[in-house]
């Protein structure tokens, strides 16, 4: 049986992000991407887990970051099909918004429309299996929580 998809928050990654000095964005991209794995499970693909994303990252000065954010956008949008879901939003525009617009907020931007899109196929793939997310009653802390 599969484990239900726990919705994501913007907000709780902004705040807690500042609040952990950096630490949390890692574990939320890291739980993030194990989820996707899940979600897209049988194209053929497989989501990095982000600590060897974050640490590429420093490495190649931040382009690995957007090469993932792109795959990973990219690879949403072509499995939303499966959930009766469309995304018009692709990798290309996230690297757009993170570089391009990055002075005025493309970053955040960016991060909420794979967020969004995450899940709203969490939320196709819940509902799919029976599956319920008690902590996501609208809360804006809905993954604080998590194993």
Known sequence: MSSCIKQRSFITLFILGILTLGIYPI???HKLSKEVNVLCEGDGKK???YVFVWLLNIVTLGIFGLVWKCKLTNRLKENAS???LKFSESGALVVVLCTV???IGGLFIAHCIMIKNFNAMGAAFNEYNGLIDEKAKNSVFADVDED
Do not use: C
Request: glycine fraction near 8%; hydrophobic fraction near 50%; aromatic fraction near 42%.
């Open 27 to 29: 574990v939320f991209w």
């Open 47 to 49: 989501t990095m887990k």
């Open 82 to 84: 499966r959930y009766g």
């Open 101 to 103: 617009f990055f002075p």
